[in-house]
Each structure stands twice: as structure tokens, then as C-alpha cells.
T-cell receptor, first 116, second 116 residues
């Protein structure tokens, strides 16, 4: 069965620090990969997605992620975090297919706390 | 603006009572999904529907039921058989079909269900 693992459950950083959140997936076929963010009191929003092409994907708000197929990883990065980045971050995956179940499989989430 | 509307925002259930959570979308998406979010566990799939009048069980369907009589609506009923219903429930939708396999899901603001 497909699974997504996020190993950092709670990360605390100071403003301007660099961020890297780990995400690993287990699925043998082609996958679509996503990072979603949930700001306090708000709905889940898409940060970025990868489905093919350049393995370095740039998203909104200065976030980027790198797909490394050999490591089954899709880590999220930001060079310099801001207090407004405080949120919960979810990695998710779904098989690349036109039919059948395409619901997302989510990781358990990483709570990021940025201190001013 | 197109989006997903979930109601109510907060819901309380008495023992032995069924409650229904509403989800409406005006994005013209074929696929809709219900997820349950528990602290430290990420989001888990309850039910999904890829087309009107059809739906499938997800990973944790026991104690829940759904219907999909209209494209824009996908209500979730939490039955008395669900012994641990306290959670945050998220509805999502996405485009579905050939050529849409990499489309992200859009999420509503969620409904928080608690037991009285």
C-alpha cells in the first residue's frame, strides 16, 4: 500500500533560518507529489506539486521542493523563513493514473513554528 | 470565486445520533473526497466519488455514509456506529478523467465535530 512519511513532527526555527522538511513515499510506480500548507484557522492550500519534468519544483511564497526518485523523497525547502510561515505542512502523493482511486495519501504533517 | 463550502463549521453530536456534514463545490469538479484529520495522524480518506451517483470507500469508511446525487454536492453522514467521531473533517474536490491525473485537490475550510 502507498504511504507517505514525514519524519519531522515539530520544527522550531528563528526568522531567517533555512528550512528543510523531509518527505518520503513508498510507491513503485509513477506518482504525483504535493506539498500542502495549513495556516492557523485556514484551509489547506497547495504550496507546490510535481508530476514530471524538472525535479526541482518552485512553489508559492518562496518554497521549493526537490524530487529525488532514487531516494523516494520530495523534501520541502525555503532559504529564509518568516514568522508568517508558521503553519502545518503536509506532504501528499497520488498515483499518476487516469482512472481508479486518485485520492491523496498524506503524511502525518509537520508543525513549523517560526520565532521572531 | 470558485471554491468549496463546508457547513457547519462546528458540530456537536449526542450519543446515538447521526449527523450530516455538508460539502458543496462550484468548481465543476467531477471528483470529491472526504478526509478525517486527527492530531499527529495527517489526513485519512473516508470516502471518495469520481462521478455523480457513484462513490467508493476509502481507508476508514466504517461508521460513515455518503451520497452523490448532484455533481456539486457530497454530504457525509457520521452515524452512531462511528465510535470515535471527534475530529476535523475536510472535504476536497478535483478534476478527474483523462488528462487530469496530475491535478491537485482543492479543500474546504473543514467541520470540527465534537461529542456532547
Amino acid at each position: 500500500a502507498q504511504s507517505v512519511s514525514q519524519h519531522n513532527h515539530h520544527v522550531i526555527l528563528s526568522e531567517a533560518a533555512s528550512l528543510e522538511l523531509g518527505c518520503n513515499y513508498s510507491y513503485g510506480g509513477t506518482v504525483n507529489l504535493f506539498w500542502y500548507v495549513q495556516y492557523p484557522g485556514q484551509h489547506l492550500q497547495l504550496l507546490l506539486k510535481y508530476f514530471s519534468g524538472d525535479p526541482l519544483v518552485k512553489g508559492i511564497k518562496g518554497f521549493e521542493a526537490e524530487f529525488i526518485k532514487s531516494k523516494f523523497s520530495f523534501n520541502l525547502r525555503k532559504p529564509s523563513v518568516q514568522w508568517s510561515d508558521t503553519a502545518e505542512y503536509f506532504c501528499a502523493a497520488t498515483p499518476f493514473m487516469d482512472t481508479g482511486r486518485r485520492a491523496l495519501t498524506f503524511g502525518s504533517g509537520t508543525r513549523l513554528q517560526v520565532q521572531p | 470565486d470558485g471554491g468549496i463550502t463546508q457547513s457547519p463549521k462546528y458540530l456537536f453530536r449526542k450519543e446515538g445520533q447521526n449527523v450530516t456534514l455538508s460539502c458543496e463545490q462550484n468548481l465543476n469538479h467531477d471528483a470529491m473526497y472526504w478526509y478525517r484529520q486527527d492530531p499527529g495522524q495527517g489526513l485519512r480518506l473516508i470516502y471518495y466519488s469520481q462521478i455523480v451517483n457513484d462513490f467508493q470507500k476509502g481507508d476508514i469508511a466504517e461508521g460513515y455514509s455518503v451520497s452523490r446525487e448532484k455533481k456539486e454536492s457530497f454530504p457525509l453522514t457520521v452515524t452512531s456506529a462511528q465510535k470515535n467521531p471527534t475530529a476535523f473533517y475536510l472535504c476536497a474536490s478535483s478534476a478527474y478523467g483523462q488528462g487530469y491525473s496530475n491535478q491537485p485537490q482543492h479543500f474546504g475550510d473543514g467541520t470540527r465535530l465534537s461529542i456532547l
